[in-house]
């Protein structure tokens, strides 16, 4: 049965890390957050500008994202701060949503406590108790049944539709038939896309969802008036040779190699458990992208790219891979996986996939990607819809 190490969570789920969470729920605990996460081995700080003052469907989906955090398989405990009391953003909610995974959860209130140097002094004291137990657990043979798969892209050049897209696709479809399931997101890169993923649908229902939501992200990015050349395509999609959205949606599409797609899930949501593709509603902003996946429970990313990139997610390993040799040269720090060979026919797209394939197993088990040993954590941002209020 293919297989990886990793940690079995209570709820069964399974981890590719073994991180604890300091997650600020506002704004106004990330300072704590980051001061607790700098004393703790193993301290992953979730900070962000959000959690107050935001209308009532931005609020919740501030909230989810963070739960999200906490309940991915990847964090072995979280400790969770705020400063007073806010709508949803608060330790009460977020804590008692993390634990019905049965994962340790503990809070900190920095008014409760007296302040934020004793914030920090309680934080700290629970972190490091939460690591002790947490640092017990071992790495376990699971299947690959067990695996949520991010799918993305960044960066995208003329080499990305026809080498490291469609190579992502195959070990994707891989991933699929040994029982895992994958996630393809940013619909605004899918738009032109359509009617190709729509004939991969699992029925006629999901067929009508990829078309009905890529439309209502169309609608959003039309309702502001403006042209969004230069954002969609990017500056640099433009200096890489792609000339319309529609020629980076059809390469971008690319990456869900040839499975069925078994349903499309809002922004953040758990897919189902059947496997295969899933589409998630998320913009083409690569960290608010890869954060709704990870949000999700997935476990792992590869992130396709022809001019390199930097992102990596804090919490989810994040795999870049490039087809073009020139940027592979310039960008290697980051990058991981080398698939140049494909356009210089030294390699099928096939094997690169297989390739791809090995590099995530290996990921999953423990292997380290490069943005991970350089502290590469550019990868969280959470979506909005509404204004500040």
């Known amino acids: 049965m293919p297989s990886f190490w990793g940690y079995i969570r209570p709820d069964g789920s399974v981890g590719a890390r073994n991180y604890i969470l300091i997650l600020s729920a506002t704004i106004y605990s990330n300072s704590v957050a980051e001061r607790v996460a700098n004393s703790i081995w193993g301290a992953i700080p979730i900070t962000h500008h959000l959690g107050r003052t935001q209308t009532r469907s931005d609020l919740k989906m501030t909230f989810d994202i963070l739960c999200g955090m906490g309940k991915n398989p990847n964090v072995g405990g979280v400790v969770v701060l705020d400063h007073f009391r806010e709508e949803l953003c608060n330790v009460d909610d977020i804590a008692h949503e993390i634990s019905k995974t049965g994962k340790p959860v503990a809070k900190v209130n920095i008014r409760d406590t007296g302040g934020a140097i004793n914030a920090v002094a309680d934080a700290t004291r629970k972190a490091m108790h939460i690591v002790r137990e947490i640092s017990k657990q071992k790495r ?223 990921v999953l088990s423990g292997k380290l990607t490069k943005c991970e040993i350089l502290k590469e954590t550019t990868g969280f941002a959470i979506h909005r819809v509404g204004i500040s209020i």
């Open 140 to 362: 376990e043979l699971v299947s690959v049944s067990d695996l949520l798969f991010g799918l993305n892209c960044g960066t995208s050049d003329t080499t990305s539709g026809l080498s490291s897209n469609p190579a992502l696709g195959f070990c994707s479809d891989r991933i699929i038939r040994e029982g895992g399931r994958s996630i393809l997101a940013e619909f605004p890169e899918l738009m032109g896309a359509e009617e190709w993923l729509a004939s991969k649908a699992a029925n006629a229902e999901v067929a009508q969802k990829i078309w009905d939501q890529i439309a209502g992200f169309e609608r959003r990015i039309l309702a502001t008036g403006e042209d969004i050349r230069g954002s969609q395509p990017t500056g640099d999609n433009i200096a890489g040779g792609l000339s319309t959205i529609e020629e980076k949606s059809l390469g971008g599409a690319k990456k869900s190699g040839s499975a069925t797609i078994q349903d499309v899930v809002g922004l953040g949501e758990v897919p189902g458990k059947t496997p295969g593709l899933y589409m998630m509603y998320t913009p083409g902003h690569g960290s608010e992208s890869i954060t709704a996946i990870a949000a999700a429970g997935a476990q792992a990313l590869v992130f396709s790219t022809g001019g390199g990139h930097t992102i990596s997610h804090p919490i989810m390993p994040t795999i870049k891979i490039t087809g073009n040799a020139i940027s592979y040269g310039l960008m290697q720090d980051t990058v991981d996986l080398d698939l140049c060979g494909i356009l210089a026919g030294e390699i099928s797209l096939e094997q690169a996939g297989d390739l791809i394939y090995n590099e995530v197993m290996e």
